[in-house]
């Protein structure tokens, strides 16, 4: 017995053994038939979830429907037609003075220096300060809003189990205040960036301004929901203390949760961060100034090999956010 089994009691070392002896029984049986015999009674005996599976069974049912009702076949990737398309789009993305030509770095070089250069610096940096302009006010909004979704904060007495029963009207005001800003959570997330563009363009005209909120608004309903579920799995002991004390809802919020669920509100602002630089490039679609806009223009005047590399420097940039939220995350695991 080792020292750590010496303070267990018999039914704990007992119940700690069961199971290697099953895997030992296995081991030492004599003949692989009789241990695919054990595996297959231990495989007949494990827990049987019938949700589960009639859920995997669903599944499986509406992708064979959604591939038989769709007509999607391979044949239609590999015609003649599509062959001989994959081979021009191949062509034109090289660049113009290559195209049909042996391949010489010298000429891509002046190529690239001449015509993609001029315009990468207006579009990393349009594209870079209409993401992080964004997602600071999707950040600011969902966390405004996190503490009145948050069940566990959001009630008339939080973190207090006795005491004198609130009045139905408090009662009221706090489960309407639940309601509501979850369900504005929902609204705001459930409207894609596109269509919010769509309608603050609208009504703001052509700008910086449409994009960036619809970006936000769009944001916020994630990281409100997210903000809102990391305050109701913090731990509570600290906050039932705090409480205790007398301290009121604001400094239980700001001493006690906040520093606790601070780690999870970064990731997940970097995390959507990442989200909001490849938004922020299709919103370019649109007319906002980006590397989205870039690349209609290319697309609009038949410059595929423009298009390309403008696609390309989206990746990069992409790439760049990755690292640097990377890079944050890691900071943060150390010092939590």
């Known amino acids: 017995m080792t020292r750590r089994d010496e303070g267990a009691s018999p039914e704990t070392r007992k119940g700690d053994e069961t199971p290697r002896g099953e895997v030992a029984g296995i081991r030492a049986a004599a003949s692989p038939a009789d241990r695919a015999a054990r595996v297959d009674a231990l495989r007949r005996a494990r827990p049987q979830r019938r949700f589960l599976r009639f859920s995997l069974f669903l599944l499986g049912a509406l992708f064979a429907y959604a ?36 391949w010489d770095f ?18 990393l940096l349009a594209t870079l300060a209409l993401s992080v302009a964004a997602i600071f006010v999707a950040a600011f909004l969902g966390a405004a809003l996190a503490p009145f979704a948050a069940r566990t904060l959001a009630t008339p007495s939080p973190y207090l189990s006795a005491g004198q029963a609130p009045r139905a009207a408090t009662r009221l005001f706090w489960r309407g205040a639940v309601i509501v800003s979850r369900a504005l959570f929902v609204f705001t997330r459930s409207v894609p960036e596109y269509v919010w563009a769509f ?51 604001a400094q239980i919020y700001f001493a006690s949760l906040l520093p606790g669920a601070l780690g999870r509100y970064l990731l997940y602002f970097f995390y959507r961060w990442e989200t909001c630089v490849r938004e922020a490039t299709v919103l370019g679609l649109l007319g906002f100034v980006s590397l989205g806009w870039f690349i209609q223009d290319a697309r609009a005047g038949v410059r595929y090999d423009e298009m390309f590399h403008f696609i390309l420097l989206g990746s990069v940039l992409i790439v760049f956010g990755d690292v640097v939220s990377g890079w944050v995350r890691k900071r943060i695991r150390q010092s939590v």
Do not use: C, K
Request: aromatic letters at 12%; charged letters at 15%.
């Open 67 to 102: 591939w038989a009702s769709g007509a999607f076949t391979f044949v239609d990737l590999g015609t003649e037609r599509a062959q001989r398309n994959l081979t021009r789009f191949l062509e034109e993305i090289r660049p113009y003075p290559l195209q049909g030509v042996p």
């Open 199 to 249: 309608l603050f363009l609208s009504t703001l005209g052509v700008g910086p301004w449409p994009a960036v909120l619809a970006l936000a608004t769009h944001n916020m309903g994630i990281l409100g929901r997210l903000y809102a579920e990391s305050i109701e799995n913090s731990p509570g002991a600290s906050s039932v203390h705090f409480r205790a004390t007398g301290a009121s809802r």
């Open 106 to 123: 010298s000429v891509y070089v002046t190529w690239f220096r001449d015509v993609i250069l001029p315009h990468t610096g207006v579009a």
